[in-house]
């Protein structure tokens, strides 16, 4: 009935193990949801993958993990790709869209201690312990914050840096999303999990998009029943704020929402590389509208690159002006300077 009847539906994804067991989980809600249809999983390499002896924030290139999959969409040999919503830059390509946001994991920063210091916690680590992170804005408040230890950049999926943790004695921690953690089966490896007072986490972490041809209309009404409306609004605030800073992953720019009794909060920071410099807002709106038939010519609106017919449009709308606002009140305290001299100091 919705057009995609008879075919295999082919879904892109990356190589890695963690990438998999995440595809597989939004293909085993699309089986739930559609049993008569036959999904096939097309795994490939991206940049992101190949590249492991250079930091994330260095290579410069804003889809790292997503281009190759984003080509095998263009060329049609897939029908649909799952990411990490963190990977997808706020500008997607032409004709592209994300087309369901799936209900969101814990997105906090968790720290892995090495079997060492099984039962510490950062600031119980001795002066100078080494900790692993390939992010700016995790290394740039946890200096801040604790400034008795080190930072250095640690590359490589899931599975490589746990062995490099373990094996060596090159570090005493590292910090990881905790949402990946949980899904491979490691929530047991979590020794800390970082609260918003800590660290607050990045855009879109511990949700997962997927991203469709956004003149698909079979495939985009197909996914859209995996949206999950709090996390959608949630990621349209970040992505909107992240957005109107001009934010990349080559500087530190770090959020926390919530949505609570229809009033979505935001919390939005931006921070110098050794974390010494910051600036930190909270801004809220209202977003408890009724759905209404939005059919007609603005049926698939686009909010920061998200389409998501079955979310209220004024909601959406709500909530990307609450990030432009948030950012629009950091740039206006000084946060263009910031991100500035973060940017030219990691090029340099």
């Avoid at 592209?96 to 814990?106: L, V």
């Avoid at 859209?224 to 800073?245: G, N, P, Q, W, Y």
């Avoid at 009033?263 to 408890?288: I, N, R, W």
Wanted: with cysteine.
């Amino acid at each position: 009935e919705n057009g995609v009847d008879g075919r295999a539906i082919r879904v892109g994804t990356r190589r890695s193990q963690l990438a998999r067991i995440q595809t597989d989980s939004v293909v085993t809600m699309l089986r739930e949801l559609y049993p008569d249809l036959h999904f096939e999983i097309v795994a490939m390499s991206t940049t992101g993958d190949k590249i492991l002896d250079t930091a994330l924030s260095k290579i410069g290139e804003k889809s790292l993990f997503t281009k190759e999959l984003e080509n095998a969409l263009e060329r049609n040999e897939v029908d649909l790709v799952v990411h990490s919503l963190k990977d997808l830059p706020t500008s997607l390509p032409p004709g592209f869209t994300i087309g369901a946001i799936c209900k969101r994991e814990n997105p906090l920063d968790a720290v892995v201690f090495h079997p060492k210091n099984c039962g510490k916690t950062l600031s119980l680590l001795p002066e100078k312990s080494v900790i692993g992170t390939s992010s700016l804005r995790r290394a740039a408040q946890l200096k801040k914050k604790f400034p008795h230890l080190e930072f250095r950049d640690i590359r490589g999926n899931l599975n490589t840096r746990l062995k490099k943790l373990d094996e060596k004695e090159d570090f005493s921690a590292i910090i990881l999303a905790a949402a990946g953690l949980k899904r491979m089966g490691w929530e047991n490896r979590i020794g800390q999990l970082l609260g918003p007072e800590d660290c607050l986490y990045a855009v879109g972490q511990g949700a997962l998009a997927v991203e469709v041809r956004a003149k698909d209309q079979e495939i985009l009404n197909m996914v859209s029943a995996l949206h999950d409306a709090d996390t959608v609004l949630c990621c349209i605030a970040e992505r909107a704020f992240m957005k109107h800073l001009e934010g990349g992953c080559s500087v530190p720019v770090a959020v926390n929402t919530l949505l609570k009794d229809g009033q979505l909060y935001l919390t939005g920071a931006v921070y110098s590389l050794d974390g010494s410099d910051s600036l930190k807002e909270t801004m809220q709106t209202g977003v408890s509208y009724p759905h209404q038939n939005e059919d007609g010519p603005n049926d698939d609106v686009q909010h920061v690159g998200i389409t998501a017919k079955n979310v209220p449009g004024q909601a959406q709308e709500a909530a990307e002006n609450l990030g432009v606002e948030l950012a629009s009140l950091l740039l206006s305290k000084g946060a263009k300077h910031i991100l500035s001299v973060a940017r030219q100091l990691n090029d340099a």
